[in-house]
C-alpha cells in the first residue's frame, strides 16, 4: 500500500544528508518534499507535544532546536513503517548492537541525539507533513505554539 510519511534529519546529522538520501533510494523510498529549516525552541516543544509529559522532553525540544534539521515528505510502499525500520531502534546504543544498517546505528549517539524522526502512525503522517509544509499557503513549519 503507497504512503506518505514525515522524515526528519536532526541536527547532529544533518551533515549526513547525502549517505541517508542513498539508504532513501534504495529503500525504494521517494523524497516528494523536502526543506532545511531550524526549529525555534517553541516548534519543537510543538512538534513533540505529545511527549511533553516524559523525563527526556526538555533536552529532546533543547536538542532538536540547536541547529537545522532536514525535514522531506517520503512516499513508498509502507512508507511509515519502511523508514522506521530504515531509522533502527530509538536509542542508538541499542541500533549499533543490532546487526542490521540503519540511520540511527551509523549517525546517531543515544536515545536524544538519534540522527533522525519518522512518524509512527497515518494520523501522524498526515499532522507532521502538515507541520513542515503547510497547505494553507505560507511556507516555513506551522507555528501553533
Ligand atoms: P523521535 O522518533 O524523534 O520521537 C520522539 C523522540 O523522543 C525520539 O525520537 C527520541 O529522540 C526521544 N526519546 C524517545 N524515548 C526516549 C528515551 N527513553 N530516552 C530519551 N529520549 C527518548
Not at 68 to 81: C, F, H, N, Q, R
Request: net charge neutral; glycine share 6%.
Amino acid at each position: 500500500k503507497k504512503e506518505r510519511t514525515l522524515a526528519m534529519v536532526k541536527p547532529d546529522a544533518v551533515s549526513k544528508l547525502g549517505d541517508i538520501l542513498e539508504m532513501l533510494h534504495a529503500a525504494n523510498l521517494t523524497v516528494t518534499k523536502a526543506k532545511m529549516t531550524k526549529l525555534t525552541w517553541s516548534q519543537a516543544a510543538d512538534f513533540y507535544k505529545e511527549h511533553q509529559s516524559k523525563p527526556f522532553y526538555s533536552n529532546l525540544v533543547q536538542f532538536m532546536s540547536s541547529g537545522p534539521v532536514v525535514a522531506m515528505e517520503l512516499m513508498g510502499d509502507e512508507a511509515i513503517v519502511a523508514w522506521r525500520r530504515l531509522l533502527g531502534p530509538t536509542d542508538s546504543a541499542v541500533a549499533r548492537r543490532e546487526a542490521q544498517h540503519s540511520v540511527r546505528a551509523c549517525f546517531g549517539t543515544d536515545g536524544v541525539q538519534n540522527a533522525g524522526h519518522g512518524s509512527d502512525s497515518i494520523a501522524a503522517a498526515a499532522r507532521e507533513v502538515e507541520f513542515f509544509f503547510p497547505s494553507t499557503g505560507s511556507h516555513g513549519p506551522a507555528n501553533t505554539a
